[in-house]
């Protein structure tokens, strides 16, 4: 067994009871091919719970200073996370984020770039919108909900795959494309929010 589906496991069994948390639409995430899942970002743990929630391996980008402590760079590393600078065009991360999808494996991104410390949506960088144009990824909206607070109940809705094709044929602009995402993302937050 990988370290990455040790890993998993070990959070699964933790996070599952002590969140209550419930998946909705995980059927939505193709079996196969390329994949882009774009959440909203409200705590630390987002990646980890959507490592446990998603049908498939999920490569995330992490920013680029937690791979300088020796140790967590490493397991970072094994358990599939990939370092980017932030504030810059990082070109190497940008490149390997296509490599991951040009192999047909899942890119995991938060077009907001940082965590909301509100709750509230915020404006998607560029970054998403990149990857959905330059490459031929299904784009699966995920929408975190709730407070990461023990007992309270936290839930993951995965929308079906958005068809980005238009946005290609048109040249779109990648902050279009992100802004795009988002939206999808906010649809699915309000309808499971009420």
Known sequence: MSLYKFARAVVAIIFFPLF?????GKKNVPKEGPVIICSNHISNLDP???GITS???IFFMA??????KPFLGKLLLAIRAFPVKRGLK?????RKGLQILENGETLGLFPEGTRSKNGELGEPLAGAGFF????NAAIVPCAIIGPYKPGKKLTVIYGEPMDMEAYRAAKS???DAAEAIMSEIKIL???HNS
Request: net charge positive; hydrophobic share 40%.
């Open 48 to 50: 980890p719970v959507v």
């Open 189 to 191: 937050k309000e309808k």
């Open 20 to 24: 209550r948390i419930q998946i909705i």
């Open 55 to 57: 049908p498939r391996d």
């Open 90 to 94: 990082d070109r190497n991360a940008l």
């Open 132 to 135: 959905a144009l330059r490459s």
């Open 63 to 68: 920013k680029g200073e937690l791979f300088e």
């Open 173 to 175: 602009s990648a902050k």
